[in-house]
């Protein structure tokens, strides 16, 4: 296993350069969230809200501009952040002066303590508490402009100061992703650790959890100090471990996408006493295949009414619409409406499938001597055509179709009458033989 204290120093360089190219880093409004004191009797108050000014910086050297405060934000809530990793530099959380738009930002008092999940409880086997635990610790989670970039970060002040220090920062670029059936999933995370910290040199942990609407599950969890996996972990799903030990790389690799992928997945990484985590929306999007039966259609004649049926199956989410069109000879097309639809029934793999029937009353739809019916179906992966030909015989003076058709089984008639009085004149022709021989 790659010593990670080494690692560290590899990634410090590489943000240093980051940082050198980066041309600045935002000063952030930020939202303070913070338990109020409690009433009393043991029992804790409610959250409060303050507002608070992050000035991000890449060298605890560099000069910040503080002067400029904002009236509604007290003094004592401006706070200083060094990143040397620069991740808090991205262009995403620093929109151009004057921008409607704005990152979303808030932190909260982060008490340092030792995790007791079994992947993780390696990094704290020695049950000490270093001195270093001694500070005003913070917990900051950032959302980029259009979900560009999430970042969770755990930050360190020396007590009573505003200067932190980023100590271990994770981020995603893919806050929400999609993916059709079948195909290999990667899910972004990615994570930072100073190397200057104490902390770093035990190791680290990574895992990752599924959470949808009451549905939780470990998907895959790692211990990096002993270069572990835990036993319970979903089949199918990994991580890059070279990329994990060398560049920080926690990317949650699927290797083939199912509907019940869909949800919220958890990356959080572990430092010995620390956690940062972000969460990341992955959605399973497959498009319907349409089929109508009956195919092709029978011929019709005015006045009767001719049933047809679509069905769309095989797709995800469940979110569907069925309607149908009608293209005439004349090339124009028009709505028929949505037809009788049927209820929602899920397959075997979660995908779901839905049929609409419509009645084509040939008296009453003024569908001429015909055309083109077309079923179509508008769903999150797209939007799916399926069509057939509806033709009506006998509508007003004969076309030029319907005159070859009236041919064709005038033909048919003519060649089956000469066929039965062939068939009648050569018995007649037999029996007439026969009596001329028995009278002989």
Known sequence: MTDFSSICRLLSVAAFVQACSSSSCPVMECWLVQEKVGRGGGLTG??????????????????????????????????????????????????????????????????????????????????????????????????????????????????????????LSVTSKTMSAS???????TLDCGFWADPSSPLTATGFAVEWRYQTRGDGRLVLAYDGKTDRLAETREEGATLDFEGLHTRGNASLILQEAKVRHSGTYICTVYLPYLLAQVAIELEIVEPPSLSLYP???????????????????????????????????DGKSRSLGTGSMSGHKQAWDGTFSQSSRLELDTSRLDLGRGGEVTCVAVHPGGTRRASVSLNIIGFSSPSIEDSMAMVGVALVLYGLIKFVSWTLTGSGSDKTDGQDKKQK
């Open 295 to 329: 195919s092709p259609l029978p011929l019709a004649v005015p006045g009767q009414t001719i049933s047809v049926q679509c069905e769309a199956s095989g797709f995800a989410p469940l979110s569907l619409e069925l309607s149908w069109e009608f293209k005439g000879a």
């Open 46 to 167: 409610a959250t409060m809200q303050e507002k608070s000014l992050l000035h991000v910086r890449t060298d605890a050297q560099s000069h910040t501009d503080s002067h400029h405060v904002p009236s509604d934000i007290s003094p004592s809530r401006v706070y200083v952040i060094t990143d040397p990793a620069a991740t808090l530099c991205h262009h995403s959380l620093n929109p151009p002066r004057g921008s409607i738009q704005k990152p979303q930002c808030e932190i909260n008092p982060f008490l340092p303590q030792p995790s007791s999940l079994r992947w993780v409880t390696s990094l704290t086997e020695s049950a000490l508490s270093p001195i270093y635990l001694q500070a005003d610790w913070f917990s900051a989670s950032f959302q980029g402009l259009d979900e560009q970039l999430g970042v969770s970060a755990i930050t360190r002040a020396p007590t009573g100061t505003k200067d932190h220090d980023v100590v």
């Open 179 to 185: 993916s059709r059936l079948g195909e290999p999933v």
